[in-house]
């Protein structure tokens, strides 16, 4: 099986967003016999009246499509409000440059995946501890590779983050997903296996973020 949690989808698509990510789609759904997907549409304001729908513009019997949102937020919000994109949506995330937001949502019971973005470097550092309570919660942390490949600068931030992630360590809670926004940033498996390596993961370990890792967060989440 083959994972990537982590595709961008606006709430209303135009024909040529629409064509974009049918491209995405086709291509993913060649990577693998089965494939499980998410859609994510990321959320600057909260409104429990203005939550999308997100629906795929093409289907394929191998590939699994998943709604998935992001907060992206600054502040603390109310656990009313996570628990109600948990139960709008199959996948909630939550991205910040807050400590205090990001401390917060590791002792969280409504978020599955901190995002940590890699367009601008981290403003703050990583603590070991607080990553490893997220994970005693049953948090994952995500890492894209797209921004990587569309910027030079972002390369050199989502390289920073993939090592501060490894030295904390996760490797069990680790998700590597794309963030592709066009076809041409999907990479094949073996691509994100030598990336994950990149980082420092052993051989035994760097298939994981891609396949093991996501599969036993929507095990969880179906349970």
Same mark, same amino acid.
């Given at each position: 099986?083959?994972?990537?949690?982590? %595709?961008?989808?606006? #709430?209303?698509? /135009? @024909?040529?967003?629409? /064509?974009? *990510?049918?491209? %995405? *789609?086709?291509?993913?759904?060649?990577?693998?016999?089965?494939?499980?997907?998410?859609?994510? =549409? +990321?959320?600057? @304001?909260?409104?429990?009246? @203005?939550?999308?729908?997100? !629906?795929?513009? %093409? #289907?394929? /019997?191998?590939?699994?499509?998943?709604?998935?949102?992001?907060?992206?937020?600054?502040?603390? !919000? #109310?656990?009313?409000?996570?628990? +109600?994109?948990?139960?709008? =949506?199959?996948?909630?995330?939550?991205? +910040?440059?807050?400590?205090?937001?990001?401390?917060?949502?590791?002792?969280?019971?409504?978020?599955?995946? $901190?995002? !940590?973005?890699?367009?601008?470097?981290?403003?703050?550092?990583?603590?070991?501890?607080?990553?490893?309570?997220? +994970?005693?919660?049953?948090?994952?942390? #995500?890492?894209?590779?797209?921004?990587? $490949?569309?910027?030079?600068?972002?390369?050199? =931030?989502? =390289?920073?983050?993939?090592?501060?992630? $490894?030295?904390?360590?996760?490797?069990?809670?680790?998700? %590597?997903?794309?963030?592709?926004?066009?076809?041409?940033?999907?990479?094949?498996?073996? /691509?994100?296996?030598?990336?994950?390596?990149?980082?420092?993961?052993?051989?035994?370990?760097?298939?994981?973020?891609?396949?093991?890792?996501?599969?036993?967060? $929507?095990?969880? @989440?179906?349970?």
């Amino acid at each position: 099986m083959y994972f990537d949690l982590n %595709i961008p989808i606006n #709430e209303h698509l /135009d @024909k040529n967003a629409r /064509d974009k *990510l049918k491209l %995405i *789609l086709h291509r993913l759904s060649q990577l693998d016999d089965q494939v499980v997907v998410a859609l994510n =549409y +990321t959320l600057t @304001k909260y409104s429990s009246t @203005k939550l999308p729908d997100l !629906l795929a513009p %093409i #289907e394929y /019997d191998n590939v699994k499509i998943l709604r998935r949102i992001t907060m992206e937020t600054d502040i603390i !919000l #109310e656990e009313s409000a996570w628990e +109600t994109l948990q139960s709008k =949506y199959d996948l909630v995330a939550l991205r +910040t440059s807050e400590r205090n937001v990001f401390e917060h949502a590791c002792q969280s019971k409504y978020i599955d995946i $901190i995002s !940590l973005g890699c367009a601008q470097r981290l403003p703050f550092t990583l603590d070991p501890m607080m990553v490893n309570l997220a +994970t005693e919660h049953n948090i994952y942390f #995500e890492l894209e590779y797209a921004p990587g $490949i569309r910027d030079n600068t972002s390369r050199g =931030y989502v =390289y920073q983050l993939g090592h501060a992630l $490894i030295a904390c360590p996760l490797s069990n809670h680790l998700v %590597i997903s794309s963030g592709a926004e066009i076809v041409s940033e999907i990479r094949a498996p073996f /691509d994100v296996y030598y990336f994950a390596k990149s980082f420092g993961l052993p051989n035994d370990l760097a298939k994981f973020p891609f396949w093991k890792n996501p599969q036993s967060l $929507i095990a969880h @989440k179906l349970l």
